[in-house]
């Protein structure tokens, strides 16, 4: 495997992802992404030198809304999936300490 | 002796615009909701909803960026910024980080030293986060989404200024501009406008900037001068001692005057931008750049001239009115209804920023009308109330906007014009006050002063002055 | 008369002279399911009641003379990562288990107006990822024609429900190949339209620049019918294409005289089963036959598809998939401290190994230093692969190849090598890369009697050259048939 991924890294990347890996998730994780990488690096053969990123393969532009309210109070259903919640708001674990 | 430092000052103001709706679906950005009660899936982030661009969102910064002197990025994108917090119900802002819709443009502020250009580096285009009230009682965070999706323009400017006197007077001038195109009220207390300072410091002379901190949570102007003050001294503290500044993000407690690292290890600050596979690019054509510039409305340079032109009002009076949106709009207003603009001038230098003073009250809190400012004038101008009664009616009226007409009308404040009667009366003074009338008549022209007084007080003061200084005189001069 | 063996716009004109109610027709796939769901599991949920309620409501309305569409009172299947108003969506995740949407997708909604009665939501790959329907939270869905392999996926369980005749077609979606494969292991007909034809409105996303919504059926008349009541312009998807010429039934000619059809050499060569290469060379040839002009040709680049595709795929559905994090809907980990603690034992508990797989992947190619050498190379990649079709099709009307390089694999062979399992996607991604139409149209079956898909791709707004290629295919190929189930699994056993 041309691509080692390194423990910082998984650690770094589940971090990002916000997914808490077993150690044996982790070892798991760092040989998929290793080969993965590796054959991604196929990619380095290609040469795109001039070739402009393409987001949209449709040159679709300037989609727009006009500037009316059109949505009313919908908070019963916006807050029936929640898993808690209190006094009308979605309840989460305390964001300052 | 001693290193001289130097505050390099870059500043990130974000300004809430003044759209109906939200940036990327159809609910109200009104205040002042009960929570949740302005959302739906898309600004909830539920799974398969998709943002679609409120076009009002586009206008507003363009026009800002014009009246700031940006160029405009023809073709522009939005970006999603990853980071996970509730306040952000995706998990990712959508932003503009690789190809913003304004660029290098920049304003001019004035200085002691004279006027300098302070430069904008860019301002995009991005959605508000959810508000989050901390539950004490549950030891918990509550989320409410009805701010989430409201559009915000973020202008970020260059390491142009030195000291806090100019960043204020940089926020000014942004805050006036943004007022007079009506993109945003901008009102720091309440947040539509916010400004996160970048700060850093180096010995005068050096050429290469010192390690910046940003700093956020400023909600006045008072604060952002105290948490110049206060990170500068930090870092020349730091600097002293042989210690690095670190590049971090500072939380400013204007309460403590000190700043506080936000970092952790959960923050990564790695937001992984990529465009936005949901929203297709903004191309803006030089037509419509021409149609926003047409009808930018008059600023504030623009007004000055024409007042002193158009009114005759002296400059130090035209600088004041225009200097807030809404004295400018009232004086006009008024000035459109009563046609007499130095009167509308005088009020309002007068007596609506002595009120504004005691009151501790910002112009954008006015409340009263231009009509009602108007029909006062007209009353005091036909003599219908005099002066006094005037101020005491605009008292009420800075209040409550009732209106003068009937008010004075009600309370029965109209000045007396029946000639008899008051002549009646101050012969009574007179009679009443034989050692003023002989101090009068001895020379003493405080005399006349008490005599009127006498008068007004009698006649409950709704006397008109000149009719009592003439009839007294002439009644003296008999006696 | 069998109401199952008949296809979806057979049954539509049957219902419509009254020969065959909406109740009768909706009791005989709800019987179905009963018979086989619990061999075959196509669905996450059936909505037995709902379906039967709905069943007479349409009934009504085809009799009072508002519904005369050609699927009104048909019943159909939706994949669960399409919402449905009220009733449970999961995308086969435990993340989503007791998630019950508060709208319904657009692509289910001109469903619903054209009088479609909704049996329930079939399963998936987690989140859409995965070409087994093995990843699935709730259980892997049973091929049909051998209940020892897999259906193929994404769309598995909307495949293998059609085909099994749990219901008379299916809603699928098309990431990198989620219709047209399992279809092919289906033995179904499958189409992914144009990028933008159909509104991703309420489909949950996995790579919101290459899901498309799609129709599964028992034929091409089936799947033109049905894309031509999903398509439409939705302002509520700002990627969605305004376009005039949705009449895809039009299309449905049997003549393919003069037809310019390109054999790409690189979909044939290594790789590919003898036995696949076969029966798609025979479908060629009897297009041929039939007055097409088919040729071999270098459509190049196709070894770089599949990379370019999970460097795009995975980086959109990182961002795409933090929004589930214990908040506003979904699982919530029982036990946490504090915010971040919850974030990460909700995700890790509520996401299966190949979500977390491509999540991570998708975090890291986006990550700050590699943003440019994956992400933005991957994005130049997708444009020369669009400049490589551009020029097949200056020359070509449709391009033909299979679906799959092989028939359907066993259970349980497929997870163990990711890497491998993705290289199965080789014909299919390129497609959702350059945001061309693909369908998969059954040609035969192997020597173990797997079914055999031939896929049919064409250029950009061309759906109408593939369905009359498929058409007429189709017709010389004789009427579609069910797969014989065994004994047991007709028993409802395994």
Redo the contacts between chains.
Sequence with gaps: MANKISDE??E???I??????SEE?KRQ?QE??G??LD????????D?QG????????P?HN?F?EDVVVNGD?RE??L?????VKDGS?K????VL | MAKQYETVIGLEVHVELATKTKIFCSCSTAFGGAPNTHTC?VC??????????NKQVVEYAMAVGLATNCKIHQYSKFD?K?Y?Y?DN????QISQLYLPICYEGGVEIDTPAGKKVIGIHEIHMEEDAGKLIHDEWEDCSL?DYNRSGVPLIEIVSEPDMRNADEVIAYLDKLRLIIQYLGASDCKLQEGSMRADVNLSVREVGAEKFGTRTEMKNLNSFKAVARAIEGERARQIELLEEGKQVIQETRRWDDNKEYSYAMRSK?DAQ?Y???PD????PIIISDEWIQAVRDRQPELRTEKLERYKKEFDIPDYDARIITGSKKLADLFEETTAICKKPKKVANWILGETLRLLKEKDMEPEELRFSAENLAKLINLTDAGTINGSVAKEVFEVLFGEDIDPEQYVEEKGLKTVNDEGALRTVIKDVLANNPQSVSDYKGGKAKALGFLVGQTMKAMKGKADPGSVNRILKELLDEA | MDILSLTATQLGSKIKAGEVSVTEATEAALAQIKKLEGTLNCYVTVDEEGALRRAKEVQKLIDEGTLSGPLAGVPVAIKDN??TEGMK?T?SSKI?Y??????T?EAVKKLEEAGAVILGKTNMDEFAMGSTTETSAFGVTRNPWNTEHVPGGSSGGSCAAVAAEECFYALGSDTGGSIRQPSSFCGVTGIKPT??TVS??????Y???LDQIGPVAKDVTDCAAVLEVISSHD?????S?KRQDTDFTSALVDDVRGMRIGLPRDYLGEGLDPEVKAEVLKAAETLKEKGAIVEEFDLS?V??A???Y??IAS??A??NL???????????TQE?E????????S??EG?G?EV??R??????????GY?DA???????????I?QAFDRAFEKYDVILGPAAPTTAPELGKSLSD??KMYLGDIYTISVN???LPGMTVPCGTDSHGLPIGLQLIGD?FKEKNIIRAGYSYEQARGAWKAPQLTETAKKGGI
């Design positions: 890294t998984i770094y990347v589940g990002l992802a916000k997914l808490e890996l998730e994780a998929d992404m080969k993965m054959y991604i690096d196929k990619l380095g053969e290609l795109t070739v402009e990123p393409m987001s949209h393969v449709f679709v989609v809304r919908d259903n916006m029936r999936n929640a898993p808690a979605y989460v674990p305390k964001t | 899936p909830t982030g539920m799974p398969g909803s998709l943002p679609v661009l999603r990853n996970f509730p119900p995706q998990n990712y989320v959960e790695d992984r931008y990529f596979p949901d929203l297709v | 399409l919402c969506t995308c989503l007791n998630f019950y949407p508060t709208y997708a990028y933008g991703r409105y309420g489909l949950i996303a790579g919101s620049s302002k509520k998807d700002s990627t294409v680049l070894e770089y599949i990379p370019a999970y460097v980086a959109e990182s961002s933090s929004r589930f994090d214990g908040v506003k809907y979904g699982y919530r946490y504090g915010l971040h603690n919850m974030y990460k034992k995700r890790s996401f190994a977390k797989r999540i991570m992947l998708g975090s890291f190619v986006l990550s700050s943003y994956y992400y933005l190379k991957a994005l130049r990649t997708k444009a020369l669009k990711p890497l890369l350059a945001g950009c």
